[in-house]
């Protein structure tokens, strides 16, 4: 029994800090494509605002307009900005929700004795809470209130 509580504490330790781990790649992929997604709408809004308001009647300056206005609608940086600042914000959003359990896991996977099974005991008990809190709906207001 004594060999087999390391094993326990450990493998409840992994599953803790893959589930807040999985969970933040998740949240993250979804905030970087929105991200990139509002960044490119906002660049393509400004170019074709600019490309819409010609100043002049010069043929010459006006299609002059509208080919840097074609390129800088090519533009990948934009979209490559605004994905990288939605990862940044789905991972900080979403891994601070997971403190808790990333915390008790991680504890109970580097640690020895007794204070890896306090982490393995913080993880389980943060599971419980989850499963209660957001799955059974416990300590929740009512929306339809």
């Given at each position: 029994m004594k060999s087999i509580t390391p094993i326990i504490c450990k493998t409840v330790g992994a599953a803790g800090l893959g589930v807040a781990l999985y969970d933040t790649w998740k949240v993250s992929s979804h905030f970087a494509?929105?991200?990139?997604?509002?960044?490119?709408?906002?660049?393509?809004q400004k170019v074709y605002a600019t490309t819409r308001n010609i100043n002049n009647i010069s043929y010459v300056s006006n299609s002059v307009q509208k080919k840097t206005a074609d390129l800088r609608d090519k533009n990948p940086i934009p979209r490559?900005?605004?994905?990288?600042k939605g990862r940044a914000t789905g991972v900080l959003y979403t891994l601070c929700n997971w403190l808790p359990t990333a915390g008790c896991a991680s504890l109970a996977l580097l640690a020895k004795g007794w204070l890896s099974k306090l982490g393995?005991?913080?993880?389980?008990?943060?599971?419980?809470?989850?499963?209660?809190?957001?799955?059974?709906?416990?300590?929740?207001?009512?929306?339809?209130?």
């Open positions: 494509k929105a991200g990139g997604e509002n960044a490119a709408a906002e660049h393509y490559v900005w605004g994905s990288i393995a005991a913080g993880v389980l008990l943060c599971s419980v809470y989850n499963i209660c809190h957001n799955g059974f709906g416990l300590g929740k207001d009512n929306p339809m209130t």
